[in-house]
């Protein structure tokens, strides 16, 4: 498989990468399918309509309930799913982590406890490998640790070093898994993920050491955990120069509209974030002018759609009155609706940007794309 650079401009960069399922156009937002289901009632169909490109799921959740066997015997993602474009797993590190509480750290893993039923688990770089091969995903995310910002120096560098040396275990596993007859894709590649808080002798020496593996891909994890916006941009200006030129970069778990336009003009090609969908759950909707929030009384006998001109499945039939009412009500098919429109807004967005980069004119997009949001 190849990561193509197919024009630059600045540091921005549009591409294509090749995969066992298709080849995805870059940048690109991944729709985040945790348990293989986008929250909000949305289908693979859906997500074809608004023309998702990667899918998401996440190895933690799916390996808890139904479990990898079930998914496996089943076709893997792609075939349970019934979705046929790309899919990438999660390691479940961050879920796992994000388990302060219920979790013991040691060089062989991590023993947690079930946010289901408080079963008593344990996952190695190894385990995590092995269920992503079940799941049949396209690209399977390193076993690594997400630090909290802030926290103390000794440490970071500690995790830093334990998260290379799972990183090995994960590379030598996937090979071993991908070699297997029964395996359910053996295309699936390996990304390696980049750690270090917001320390840059940390975040550069972890990021030579990864990237000297030839991996498929890198992604920069441990962002937009703490750290300030402006201490997020900091970071990608110094790490991104740093990474493989020849590979997709991912920033983990980002974010805002704004968060992924300057991510691309810094050289990142892959996204990622649940905000969409949660936000479209609670009635706040993504324009080209802003945010707005449904809820308001002042949109109670608004004719319009959301957005002027938007071309969601949502906005060319309903109106915003009727949208507001559907909440207040606490109707079930609002929370699709806000989902519905929200996804299609960032995967727009991001064919806007894939064709302001085509056509040599990102900068001009960039400054429009805030001139509209200081206008509405």
């Known amino acids: 498989m190849a990561f193509a650079i197919i024009r630059r401009e600045g540091k921005a960069r549009r591409g294509r990468f090749e995969t066992a399922h298709g080849t995805v156009e870059t940048p690109v937002f991944m729709n985040v399918a945790t348990q293989g289901a986008i929250k909000g009632g949305l289908n693979s169909e859906d997500l074809e309509r608004l023309d998702c490109r990667v899918a998401l799921c996440n190895t933690y959740h799916l390996h808890l309930r139904p479990g990898e066997d079930v998914i496996k015997s089943l076709g893997g993602l792609h075939g349970f799913m019934d979705w046929r474009l790309p899919i990438l797993t999660d390691s479940g590190g961050f879920q796992i982590f994000s388990l302060a509480s219920l979790r013991k750290i040691t060089e062989e893993g991590v023993a947690f406890r079930s946010h289901i039923d408080g079963a008593k688990i344990f996952m190695s770089p190894e385990d995590s490998i092995r269920i992503q091969s079940g799941l049949g995903s396209d690209i399977a995310m390193a076993f690594d640790e997400c630090v909290k910002i802030p926290s103390p120096r000794e440490y970071i560098a500690e995790s830093c070093e334990r998260t290379y040396r799972w990183l090995l275990r994960c590379k030598e596993e996937l090979r071993r898994m991908n070699e297997r007859e029964d395996t359910v894709n053996r295309g699936q590649q ?187």
């Open 190 to 376: 390996l990304f390696g993920i980049n750690q270090g808080g917001i320390d840059r002798e940390l975040r550069l020496s972890h990021m030579a050491k990864i990237a000297e593996l030839d991996l498929p891909g890198y992604a920069v994890g441990g962002l937009a955990v703490g750290e300030s916006t402006e201490e997020m941009y900091a970071t990608l200006d110094y790490l991104v120069p740093e990474m493989p030129e020849d590979k997709p970069r991912y920033l983990m778990g980002v974010g805002t509209p704004e968060n992924i336009v300057e991510g691309v003009a810094r050289g990142i090609d892959f996204f990622d974030c649940v905000m969409p969908a949660r936000n479209g759950r609670h009635a706040k909707f993504f324009t080209h002018g802003g945010t707005m929030n449904l809820k308001n009384e002042k949109y109670a006998r608004d004719e319009r759609p959301i957005e002027e001109g938007c071309g969601c499945p949502v906005c060319r039939r309903y109106s915003r009155a009727y949208i507001r009412h559907l909440f207040k009500a606490e109707e079930i098919m609002a929370l699709r609706f806000g989902v519905l429109h929200n996804l299609w807004y960032y995967n727009h967005l991001m064919e806007e940007i894939r064709n302001a980069l085509a056509d040599g004119r990102f900068a001009e997009f960039r400054r429009e794309f805030y001139r509209q949001r200081e206008n509405d």
